[in-house]
């Protein structure tokens, strides 16, 4: 399956929780191998945030590193870029249906909206300012 990496960076608190879901052996089986990919990805999205900071980022007198506002607009140009990438992941083939009695909040379901539309997936969101200056407060 085909997703954007802001698909699954903006999407991963959702999948966590989807992740906690009691699913029959099979659709749990898949859903952990698609997590496995998405969990690569996401980890390397991490380090390359991270990258993005130490590069347009400056160090306070704490020694924690933060971007200025001079260079927000790089960094959130840059990191729009990397979540604009699309990667190949498991598709684990979940419909609605399979949460049928779940417990996940409306908005849990938006941002998963890509998961069970697979039209949607390919074209999904590529991120947003908003998504960009939530990176810079983790």
Known sequence: MKVTLANI??????????????????????????????GSEYDLVEKQRVNLVQRYGAQDEQGNTHVPP??????VAAFNELLAVTVEVYDPG?????????????????????????????????????????????
Do not use: C
């Open 70 to 75: 001079a260079n927000l607009e790089p960094f």
């Open 94 to 138: 979940l419909t609605i249906d399979d949460l049928d009695g779940a417990k996940l909040s409306a908005i849990s379901f938006f941002s998963l909206s890509w998961l069970f539309d697979r039209d949607e997936a390919q074209a999904g969101p590529v991120g947003d300012d908003h998504t960009a200056h939530q990176a810079l407060a983790n």
């Open 9 to 38: 960076y903006n999407g991963w608190q959702a999948l966590a929780k989807l992740s906690t879901l009691d699913l029959p052996a099979r659709k749990a089986y898949a859903l952990a191998r698609f997590m496995k990919d998405a």
